[in-house]
């Protein structure tokens, strides 16, 4: 499997060109079909998207866990966005660690995965358009990264319910840089405020009972 040449991080990637092409729906509907494939990896993944790796990978793994999901599932699957967010961040171009693009399912758990989030994905590709570019392109770009970046942090924390809401503003993020559609990046920049708040208020919420449940043990 070849993945970028780890000096790539080094370099700032292009402009992304407007979509064009075959849908991300589509693209994953055919890789989970392909009974020839045992095992579906990350890096599989990474080289059927191009030059939507990041964003589509973004979508992803951050998709699934708009949904009730096992515990753990969570941090499996944001620990990758952490990574994907920070070159989004700093508009590095998409390269994977061995470590990272050689994790793979099973097949039939993948389709699974495309046959659950398919409806929901192909809804918002219809939806999708290029407009407002000003807050899909560089530099907004990259503040989309960041405001991606802390929601990943956010959800790998062990929070009760706490991965919904940054999951799906990580999905509007990725459609609208996916897609060009500054509409969708704006929605996701309100929807990291109020992300952040929401958790902000759970996590001190958590930390304040914990405290008080310690003082009364020694009470």
Not at 81 to 94: D, H, M, R, Y
């Amino acid at each position: 499997m070849t993945i970028e040449n780890a000096d790539s991080n080094k370099r700032r990637r292009p402009r992304p060109p407007r979509p064009k092409g075959r849908r991300l729906s589509s693209i994953l509907r055919q890789l989970a079909a392909d009974r020839s494939r045992e095992r579906i990896s990350i890096g599989d993944l990474f080289q059927t998207m191009g030059d939507r790796a990041i964003s589509a990978l973004m979508l992803i793994f951050a998709l699934p866990n708009a949904f009730p999901t096992p515990p753990g599932t969570s941090a499996l699957l944001g620990a990758p966005l952490v990574f994907l967010a920070a070159q989004l961040t700093f508009g590095l171009k998409p390269w994977l660690p061995k470590a990272i693009a050689d994790r793979s399912v099973l097949r039939e758990d993948f389709e699974s995965v495309v046959v659950r989030i398919h409806r929901w994905l192909a809804w918002a590709e219809r939806m999708l358009k290029p407009r407002l570019a000003i807050f899909a392109e560089p530099p907004a770009e990259y503040f989309a990264g960041l405001a991606c970046l802390l929601l990943s942090i956010v959800l790998v924390l062990p929070v009760p319910l706490g991965n919904i809401l940054p999951a799906i503003t990580i999905s509007v993020f990725a459609f609208g840089i996916m897609g060009r559609d500054g509409l969708f990046a704006l929605i996701g920049f309100i929807m990291t405020a109020v992300s952040l708040v929401i958790a902000g208020g759970v996590i001190y919420g958590l930390a304040k009972a914990g405290v008080y449940l310690v003082m009364q043990w020694f009470a």
